[in-house]
T-cell receptor, first 114, second 114 residues
Framework: GQNIDQPTEMTATEGAIVQINCTYQ??????LFWYQQHAGEAPTFLSYNVLDGLEEKGRFSSFLSRSKGYSYLLLKELQMKDSASYLC???????????????FGKGTKLSVKP | EAGVAQSPRYKIIEKRQSVAFWCNPI?????LYWYQQILGQGPKLLIQ????????DSQLPKDRFSAERLKGVDSTLKIQPAKLEDSAVYLCASSFTAYNSPLHFGNGTRLTVT
């Protein structure tokens, strides 16, 4: 199976740091993506991990441990505009060699308060 | 670069009626996806195309849903007849056909079936 689990909601304070966790069954994912989705808008790409370890991109970092089926997204110096849903997505391989498709979790709704 | 274009933005129909959605991917993106996103859920893949061929349609309800990408560029997703449970946002995404390149999403079509 390829279930992906994330907390449903989180709340944090402006200027703080928040970590959003994602766990998944370890069978078959080729990598892990994080997307941000504001209400009523399309998901936008944040980060991608294919190897274990930390990927840093400005205020956003993402970590992956393939052996543990675990990833997290770290948001630093939170801003009000970071209030959104954060979607964890595993890459399901296509064995024909073409681009894999994404299996999404249900998303974590983050509310940033002043 | 221009993003993924989708139309219409909103659609309201009665159950048992038909509806069609259109998508034009980013120029040069050979891989095109249709996702269904029910309120409060993550996107769920309906169908993936590589150029004009279907790569994965395992979760497409084929008794009522159909999709085509005849010339390997834009695509149409059709529902006939619609059911109440089809109310959702239908997201089109595209990507380069390269290992684990990110998906770029359109703004989606919000379908309400009454």
């Amino acid at each position: 199976g390829q279930n992906i689990d994330q907390p449903t909601e989180m709340t944090a304070t402006e200027g703080a740091i928040v970590q959003i966790n994602c766990t998944y069954q370890t069978s078959g994912f080729n990598g892990l993506f994080w997307y941000q989705q504001h209400a009523g808008e399309a998901p936008t790409f944040l980060s991608y991990n294919v190897l274990d370890g930390l990927e840093e991109k400005g205020r956003f970092s993402s970590f992956l441990s393939r052996s543990k089926g675990y990833s997290y997204l770290l948001l630093k110096e939170l801003q009000m505009k970071d209030s959104a849903s954060y979607l964890c997505a595993g890459v399901k391989p296509n064995y024909g060699g073409s681009q894999g498709n994404l299996i999404f979790g249900k998303g974590t709704k983050l509310s940033v308060k002043p | 670069e221009a993003g993924v274009a989708q139309s219409p933005r909103y659609k309201i129909i009665e159950k048992r009626q038909s509806v069609a959605f259109w998508c034009n991917p980013i120029s040069g993106h050979a891989t095109l996806y249709w996702y269904q996103q029910i309120l409060g859920q993550g996107p769920k893949l309906l169908i993936q195309f590589q150029n004009n061929g279907v790569v994965d349609d395992s979760q497409l309800p084929k008794d009522r849903f159909s999709a085509e990408r005849l010339k390997g560029v834009d695509s149409t997703l059709k529902i006939q007849p619609a059911k109440l449970e089809d109310s959702a946002v239908y997201l089109c995404a595209s990507s380069f056909t390269a290992y684990n390149s990110p998906l770029h999403f359109g703004n989606g079509t919000r379908l309400t079936v009454t």
